[in-house]
DNA sequence: CCGAATCCTTTTCGATACTG
DNA sequence: CAGTATCGAAAAGGATTCGG
């Protein structure tokens, strides 16, 4: 197992995880009400987490964040910008310059999540190859049949 | 901030993501090449971190399995189980029994990955109050438009 | 009991054209 | 420049039925 993912969190986490479950449980899940599916949701989609490393290396105008993420359509950075600006992760800053310019950047909050997902961004570069490999066994064994 | 996201790691989160970031542009962001993408776009489906954590719990059969997770159906558990075992994420084990029982179980890199999403899911419930007041303050302004 | 197969609804996303 | 509005394709997900 890679260095960054031994040590005394292996036991933590898990136990963390399961003395919660039961809780969720008790609440049914509901999305309005259990805060791991409303983040997951978000962060899970095709752009949210792109764009937040993207405000992460410095604040950036509209057509810069689509310049760095070149496949997203304006549609759907408009839609992330607003989502995650309701959300209090980012900041909407309107310069009254002709024609106008807004300035996106992370908010407190849009920072914090950060460090979590940071975890998430090393154990998927470190793991990603296994990953890989175990797929290619499935669907080679799959074959077989 | 809460406890457990201040210390050392909140600078190091930031350079990490940053640092990578120029990497994953250059790739053009490919679904296939990038890990990035390729593991949020698993988690961030709707069952996959909650059956993973249900197996955190304990080896479960498929139907166990159902119960825990009250809402789902049974198309989708054969799916993201079959995801997850193709990922090599969880194992699974058939006992020749009759009729045929079947036990589910976290493999040692489905283990593995419940550190971050544990240090996921802490940031999810300690911020989830201060996103929800976001978002009514969003939704409150917005009214008077 | 475990799952495959089918059908259908909902959600997500992209392309395009238009506006202040 | 920074969006909005509308449309349609595609994917995800749910309900139901069938089979080993």
Not at 11 to 38: H, I, S
Not at 113 to 139: Q, T, Y
Request: some cysteine; aromatic content about 6%; charged content about 25%.
């Amino acid at each position: 197992m890679p260095r960054l993912l031994r040590g005394n969190h292996t036991a933590a986490g898990n136990a963390d995880l399961t003395a919660r479950f039961a809780e969720w449980q008790r609440l049914g899940f509901d999305p309005t009400q259990c805060p791991v599916r409303d983040v997951l949701d978000r962060i899970g989609d095709k752009w949210t987490t792109l764009i937040l490393i993207v405000l992460a290396t410095k604040p950036c105008r509209f057509s810069e964040v689509q310049r760095m993420v070149p496949d997203i359509s304006k549609r759907m950075l408009t839609q992330t910008l607003r989502d995650l600006e309701r959300d209090g992760m980012i900041t909407r800053h309107v310069y009254p310059t002709k024609p106008p310019s807004v300035e996106y950047a992370l908010s407190p909050l849009g920072q914090s999540i950060l460090v979590p997902l940071a975890g998430l961004v090393a154990w998927a570069e470190s793991c990603h190859a296994g990953i890989k490999r175990a797929r290619e066994r499935f669907d080679a064994a799959g074959q077989k049949k």
